[in-house]
């Protein structure tokens, strides 16, 4: 390495800039910062992971809500129609019945 | 409410390291560009314009390294447009720089600033390798990465800058070890 690689090295070494260069930089960057619109900043208030997590929380809770109560509707109808299935083949029975006995007082009546 | 106070935590830890960023790199970011341009107000231009460049993309970044090498890239980049801008070139010619009488030690602010604007007067892609070289200290290959240009090209440039400073400071020194 030569004297005239330390000599550059000592010539280029780093400098801090001008007292107060940070706080430019920050005021630069807040200025430049573009207004949010209102939907922006809802959307930009789900970015924390607490409010990630909490979000993703009651989607799922009202998804799981969604399907039980699907689930118990559809059960309900499906009771429903074993009663009404019920109910015609009981009204079938009273009716051959029903049918029988008219016949037998037809026969005692003749 | 809550939210508003989430969101207004979120941005205040965002400036906060925003400007640990700023003030841990401000020294390399403005010297590659003042040891560039030679010029104290410009180089805090080209600075600032790179910092604001980085705020926009700050959350884009996978290491400390990697936001590293995108600052001296950028800096390097701009630095060298700027200083075609300005023409800085034409301003400050190698022959019009003054020769040392004496030869300075090593550590002599005076030899410091002659060497200083010796490379500035340098065309600006060979001082940009220079700068790199010797106050980022990186080898032809990071340097050849950070400006695009091959590997083989950067050692060229590096060695005929070294040899036309060498040749400007001997002329006064005589054939003392430079």
Known sequence: MSRLDDALREALRREDPGPGFTREVLARAAAARPKQSWWRALASGFRPPLVRWATACVLACALLA?????????????????????????????????????EKVFERSE | MRLATEMAEAAAV????????????QAMVFSIAYHCLRDRALAEEVAQ????????????????????????RVTSHRSIDSARRRKLRPQVSLDD???????????????????????????EKPRMVVILRFQEDLDPGEIAEMLDMPVRTVKSHLQ???????EKLDRSVGEENL
């Open chain 2, 14 to 25: 965002e400036v906060a390291d925003f400007a640990a960023v700023v003030r841990e790199h």
């Open chain 2, 97 to 123: 720089v003054p020769e040392p009488a004496t030869m300075p030690a090593v550590g002599d602010p005076m030899l410091s600033r002659t060497l200083q604007r010796l490379v500035a007067s340098l065309p």
């Open chain 2, 160 to 166: 005929r800058s070294l040899a036309l400073l060498r």
């Open chain 2, 49 to 72: 314009e790179v910092f604001l460049q980085l705020h926009q993309r700050l959350a884009g970044f996978e290491s400390a390294a990697h936001l590293t090498f995108w600052l001296r």
């Open chain 1, 66 to 102: 969604t399907g039980l109560e699907y689930r118990r509707e559809r059960n309900l109808r499906a009771e429903g129609e074993a009663a009404k299935q019920q109910l015609v083949l009981a009204l079938r029975i009273a009716g051959v019945k029903l049918h029988v006995a008219q």
